[in-house]
């Protein structure tokens, strides 16, 4: 599985962005897919998470601001990022677990300005 991610880049404080992460394969429909994001001075934190079965879930930081969708038609799974902080600053990364394996995108660099 190979996952290639896009959509980063430079936002204002209080805008909006959209990540998109798109799979190979063709079993995508049963990937569990989710978005992570790190910085220099933290470790990888999970972002939001949508399993092919199982709810979508938020980390609490994110919740009522990012949406995680799926297009299991298109391969991919999309991160909408609104109402931007510069605490949001952090290198972006999808994730997909199928057949107990993890795979990893590429990061995509998110920068939000104050």
């Known amino acids: 599985v190979q996952l290639q991610a896009s959509g980063g880049g430079l936002a204002q404080a209080g805008g909006s962005l959209r990540l998109s992460c798109k799979a190979s394969g063709s079993l995508f429909r049963l990937y569990d897919t989710a978005w992570y994001r790190q910085t220099p001075a933290k470790r990888r934190e999970l972002v939001a998470s949508?399993?092919?079965?199982?709810?979508?879930t938020y980390a609490d930081s994110v919740k009522g601001r990012f949406t995680i969708s799926r297009d299991n038609a298109k391969n991919t799974v999309y991160l909408q990022m609104s109402s931007l902080t510069p605490e949001d600053t952090a290198e972006y990364f999808c994730?997909?677990?199928?057949?107990?394996?993890?795979?990893w995108g590429q990061g995509t660099q998110v920068t939000v300005s104050s």
């Open positions: 949508a399993p092919a079965l199982n709810s979508i």
């Open positions: 994730h997909a677990f199928f057949e107990r394996n993890d795979y």
